[in-house]
């Protein structure tokens, strides 16, 4: 379990990166004309960091709800009782969120790398 967990932060950082892989390709122009104004590199690496935290809190918010709901589901149609570690959603939460933050530095830094006149040569 501990394995299949494991591949599905990978898997899911991966999915992440991607995202925010694509996401500084396509946004090159704004990033040169945040930078020409005077935007630091750590502005730019720090915007693109909170993106890519938030789109992993909120993929992380909906899975521990929509985990939550299932294993309740699954419980009450079982005849089970639910009940739910104390620990079992921070870490998860957590861990997911450490994820994403790891795997959104190399977009970030890349992102914060773009020379202000390439960035804005592009279409």
Known sequence: LLALGAISLVGGGVGVMNVM???VSQRR???GIRMALGARQRDIRNLFLLEAVTLTAVGALCGAVLGMTAAWLYA???GWVFSL???ALPLGVGSTLL???FFGI???VSASRLQPVEALRDE
């Open 106 to 108: 190399y977009p970030a």
């Open 85 to 87: 570690a104390v620990a």
């Open 99 to 101: 994820v994403g933050l």
């Open 29 to 31: 122009r704004e990033i």
């Open 21 to 23: 892989l694509m996401n």
């Open 76 to 78: 009450w149609l079982s």
